[in-house]
């Protein structure tokens, strides 16, 4: 069952979209919950456009995972930053730019709105983060910065820079900002309880996400997180993540 959600945000100020997935056989009991983050030119509509739906039902008849629930919020192209103290857009390289507290908007109104009206299981064991593009980047962020939020997070072809200047579109003011989101220098200067982290890329990205992939996985290996990295086959698209969404799954419900 995939519901369709509008809530209001006081952060941004506006109404934004939600789409939740709870596998039908288990309504009615308590779950963890998977928050799924799209990539730039994405939205909510992710959930059903990657199958992540039907991927799960498959695999829980199969028995290959344990039931949870997927909520798919969307972010507009923000990277999941607070970005501005109020809500505005801005033209991009690649179009619009959207600034606002959509930090706050998704830690602070997302997660505690979706524990209040869904059967969740709302401690840190039961709650993880992943996300694709510049919702993985937004996805390792978050999970890394709010650790005591999130057990699991998840990485996949994640848009994160190699320095301040390989960053192609307008998101963050200066440099300062930019380092308070960049995953790899939250991993340099944090420490981390049970966490499990899941990276991948495709050996074709044009990005070439995969180096800052491997630099964040020595850097969190070093301080023995249970951390994969993986190289799969393929380039920066759709067809990537679809051929892969089954492996990701099993990492969230296993």
Known sequence: MVDNIKIYSKNLNKEMNLSVYVPDEYKF??????????????????????????????????????????VCPNIDNSRGINSSLKYREEKGKYGLVFKGLYEDYFIDEVIPYIDEKFNTLSLRENRFIGGISSGGYAAIHN??????LFLKVGGHMPAIDLSFEDEDECYFENEEMWLKYDPITIAENRDFNNTEVYLDDGNQDVGRFYLAC???????????????NHVFEGNHDGEYVLRNIEKYLLFYGN
């Open 214 to 228: 491997d630099k964040l996985y020595k850097i969190l290996k070093e301080k023995n997180i249970s951390v994969q």
């Open 29 to 70: 009991e308590r779950l963890p919950v998977l928050y799924f983050l799209h990539g730039r030119s994405g939205n909510e509509k992710i959930l059903e456009q990657l199958s992540l739906d039907k991927n799960m039902d498959k695999l829980i008849n199969d028995k290959k995972i344990k039931p949870f629930i997927i």
């Open 143 to 148: 999970g890394l910065r709010h650790n005591e």
